[in-house]
């Protein structure tokens, strides 16, 4: 498994450059930059997750999950790109396009996973901490997450929330929570965990 897990996907340099060297080259890889439109606003951050895949010259498809309805045969990518955005509503069109169990398996079977904030959240053993920063206001029941890593992503860390993730990391005594700056990203391999 390898996934690399950010606030703001590869607007850092140093995070775009690691991003780079995990592959001999990126000229026959298949990407698939999946996104939601919960809100009008969510428009706003299209271009920039299209610049970023296409300024590293990877071919990619994308996947407005919250206009599909079943994913079920979705080709096969290297690279899933997988945006941010309300993780409550993230993880519910994940379940009800069957994204949820097609990059669970992608990603058991070595394809490369890339999150961009709620994406980074939603792969952990739930979401409870999307709480601190996004309103549940699908009264989403189930939040348990795609458990592809044991630890738990905190995107766009910054210090006014160091009460908020004290309290949030008292409750989740014995796991490992990863509060993440906007320059930071955490590299998961298998076992191996590298920060960035």
């Known amino acids: 498994m390898k996934l690399l897990l950010t606030s703001t996907g590869l607007t850092n340099q140093k995070i775009s450059n690691f991003f780079v060297a995990q592959f001999d080259s990126l000229e026959n890889k298949t990407a698939c930059l999946i996104f939601t439109i919960k809100d009008e606003s969510d428009w706003q951050w299209l271009p920039h997750y299209r610049e970023e895949l296409g300024g590293l010259g990877l071919s990619y498809d994308q996947i407005n999950i919250s206009e599909e309805n079943n994913l079920s045969n979705l080709k096969e990518y290297?690279?899933?790109?997988?945006?941010?955005?309300?993780?409550f509503y993230i993880l519910d069109r994940m379940r009800k396009t069957g994204l949820d169990r097609i990059l669970i398996d992608a990603?058991?079977?070595?394809?490369?996973?890339?999150?961009v904030s709620a994406g980074s959240n939603i792969v952990g053993p739930d979401i409870k901490v999307a709480s601190l920063g996004d309103p549940n206001d699908?009264?989403?029941?189930?939040?348990?997450?795609?458990?592809?890593?044991?630890?738990?992503?905190?995107?766009?860390?910054?210090?006014?929330?160091?009460s908020a993730i004290e309290k949030f990391k008292e409750k989740r005594k014995g796991e490992k929570v990863i509060p993440?700056?906007?320059?930071?990203?955490?590299?998961?391999?298998?076992d191996e965990m590298v920060l960035i």
């Open 107 to 115: 990603v058991k079977k070595g394809k490369f996973y890339l999150g």
């Open 180 to 190: 993440l700056t906007d320059d930071q990203a955490v590299f998961i391999e298998d």
């Open 78 to 87: 290297d690279i899933y790109y997988v945006c941010g955005g309300n993780t």
């Open 138 to 162: 699908i009264n989403l029941d189930d939040l348990t997450g795609l458990k592809l890593v044991s630890c738990i992503t905190i995107p766009h860390y910054d210090k006014k929330d160091k």
